[in-house]
């Protein structure tokens, strides 16, 4: 019944996650499995959010709180902004599959960086719309090169900052430029997946823009730095107009219950957030001397990640790990280069000490 289905639908890639621990230990035979390639939080969510789930449980079976009220208010509060600017997805790629709907057009062009998020290409495509990707220049988004492929086709433009795979940051100074540049008839959508790992001083604050011009949305997730990926809870912060457009392409109920009230008591436990931004720098520091004994270059990373070259096929080293019981990422179309999330150091040095007997075999 495929000839049922849409032309541009079938010309799409599924999307592949990094493997799950548990299907891992069940194709391999291993009882203990460290995933270190979907850039979670390794430590896990709040230990008040664990007891606010416990009791939120009881109201499943009552649907969820549509427009997310408790949530918006409490980010409006925290970020000092009106409620109205707060749009809440099922993660944030659902966010991005909204932008898609509510403004694309068919031969609307969409400006990205590659590699970077790996959905923004297929949700243009699926509406019709031409990707524009720009290749990254030492790592990081090439915004020169990107503002030289802005025409009156273009609709979007995403800016990934901290870029993933990379973790590399596009400073104030370059962003004020680029941004100048932009019309305002085109959207400019800037990824902030993980600002909150983020020490640079030149790093610019997304919100800063929304609040002086009026085609930026800023996208932020709960599933990095809060520790919530299982929950699916993203959000975007737009002018008003921006979220009344997503809003009308949003699903009924897309964001559960669960996931919002873990979201309030998440954002509301500043010493936990804190902690896991201390931890991610003290292993951060660790992996980057470890690397460097072994003799394996990496880009520094301003995110919980980082992209590294093992001068070897990168599917070769990736299987290998795997067969050891660790999960990294590769497949971003560097020939010898994966990523690496920054996990707790008993996971880390698993890591190293996988990666070390790969090179030894070599």
Excluded at 28 to 46: D, Y
Excluded at 173 to 182: N, Q, S
Excluded at 238 to 255: M, S, T
Aim: charged share 25%; aromatic share 8%; proline share 6%.
């Amino acid at each position: 019944m495929s000839e049922l289905a849409r032309g541009n639908i079938l010309d799409l890639a599924v999307y592949r996650p990094g493997k799950p621990i548990e299907e891992v230990q069940r194709e391999l035979g291993l009882t203990e499995v460290v995933k270190l390639a979907s850039n979670e939080n390794a430590v896990g969510a709040s230990p008040e959010v664990i007891e606010v789930l416990k009791n939120a449980a009881y109201g499943v079976h009552y649907y969820p709180d549509g427009s997310g009220y408790r949530l918006r208010h409490a980010l409006a509060k925290f970020y000092g902004i009106d409620p109205g600017q707060i749009h809440l997805g099922n993660g944030s790629n659902e966010i991005v599959q909204q932008i898609s709907l509510a403004f694309l057009d068919p031969g609307d062009e969409a400006v990205m960086p590659v590699p970077s998020f790996p959905r923004y290409q297929p949700l243009a495509r699926m509406m019709n719309a031409v990707p524009v990707e720009v290749p990254l220049a030492d790592d990081t988004l090439d915004l020169e090169a990107m503002a030289a492929r802005l025409n009156p086709r273009t609709k979007l433009v995403y800016i990934c900052n901290p870029n993933n795979p990379t973790g590399t940051i596009v400073g104030r100074e370059e962003l004020d430029r680029f941004i100048g540049l932009v019309p305002r008839r085109c959207l400019v959508v800037l990824d902030e997946a993980y600002f909150e790992y983020v020490d640079n001083a030149r790093y610019p604050d997304g919100l800063k823009y929304v609040a002086d011009l009026p085609n930026v949305v800023v996208l932020r997730t709960f599933s990095k730095m809060y520790g919530l990926a299982g929950l699916r809870i993203g959000y975007a912060v737009a002018r008003p107009e921006i979220v009344d457009c997503l809003e009308r392409v949003r699903e009924p109920f897309n964001v559960n219950s669960l996931a919002q009230e873990a979201a309030v008591a998440a954002l509301a436990d500043r010493r936990h957030v804190e902690a896991i931004r201390n931890l991610n720098r003290e292993e951060k520091d660790y992996l980057y001397r470890e690397l460097t004994r072994l003799g394996l270059p990496y880009v520094p990373t301003e995110a919980n990640f980082i992209l590294f070259d093992a001068g070897r096929d990168e599917k070769l080293v990736f299987q290998s790990l795997l067969r050891r019981g660790v999960i990294i990422r590769g497949g971003f179309g560097y020939p010898t280069r994966l990523r690496v999330t920054i996990g707790t150091r008993d996971q880390n040095r698993k890591f190293i000490k996988a990666l070390e007997a790969f090179l030894k075999e070599e």
